[in-house]
T-cell receptor, first 111, second 111 residues
Framework: NAGVTQTPKFQVLKTGQSMTLQCAQD?????MYWYRQDPGMGLRLIYY???????DKGEVPNGYNVSRLNKREFSLRLESAAPSQTSVYFC??????????FGEGSWLTVV | GIQVEQSPPDLILQEGANSTLRCNFS?????LQWFHQNPWGQLINLFY???GTKQNGRLSATTVATERYSLLYISSSQTTDSGVYFC?????????????FGKGTLLTVNP
């Protein structure tokens, strides 16, 4: 049982480049999330999807877009990367209002 | 939005010692979870505990929702307990499905 799988694990981008972080879960959860983690800041919600076909902004959505491709997959896109987006990104999923499960994280550096 | 404060921010223990981590939150909650982030960055869910008390081995947690706090107890600590412990809550009066994280408690257990 893989749980939540996100790719890539590490990525270095140049300022202005675009990229997509992929996330898939095999637990048949309705809700999926993207968080970013910065030193001393805890985890902050970027976007979430309460169910297939719906997405909504979290605390720090600027500079990001998301797609809930189907019930399993939730991708995060950086259209024009900036150094301020250097962070560790975590995808997560849960059954509504229940225990949340995280992927292993994606380390992104924007130079 | 709901505010989450964790204390202490840092804690250093000798192996075998006991500890209590605290999480205060500013409003009523539907959902409260405790997580452990190990030194490799992996986030593991410890407890889903919006109210009451739960135990899992050497760890236990208590949430007093009416007083707006939760406690995580670690007994007979081991070096593998080292890492950051996060409390996360979902406010009952606001948006659904969105967990707000505290900034964490960094626990170091020395052999």
């Amino acid at each position: 049982n893989a749980g939540v799988t996100q790719t890539p694990k590490f990525q270095v981008l140049k300022t202005g480049q675009s990229m997509t972080l992929q996330c898939a879960q095999d637990m048949n959860h309705n809700s999926m999330y993207w968080y970013r983690q910065d030193p001393g800041m805890g985890l902050r919600l970027i976007y979430y999807s309460a169910s297939e076909g719906t997405t909504d902004k979290g605390e720090v959505p600027n500079g990001y877009n998301v797609s809930r491709l189907n019930k399993r997959e939730f991708s995060l896109r950086l259209e024009s990367a900036a150094p301020s987006q250097t962070s560790v990104y975590f995808c997560a999923s849960s059954e509504t209002g229940n225990t949340i499960y995280f992927g292993e994280g994606s380390w992104l550096t924007v130079v | 939005g709901i505010q989450v404060e964790q204390s202490p921010p840092d804690l250093i223990l000798q192996e075998g010692a006991n500890s209590t981590l605290r999480c205060n939150f500013s409003d009523s909650v539907n959902n409260l979870q405790w997580f452990h982030q190990n030194p490799w960055g992996q986030l593991i869910n410890l407890f889903y505990i919006p109210s009451g008390t739960k135990q899992n081995g050497r760890l236990s947690a208590t949430t007093v929702a009416t007083e707006r706090y939760s406690l995580l107890y670690i007994s007979s600590s081991q070096t593998t307990d080292s890492g950051v412990y996060f409390c996360a809550v979902e406010g009952s009066g606001g948006s659904n499905y969105k967990l707000t994280f505290g900034k964490g408690t960094l626990l170091t257990v020395n052999p």
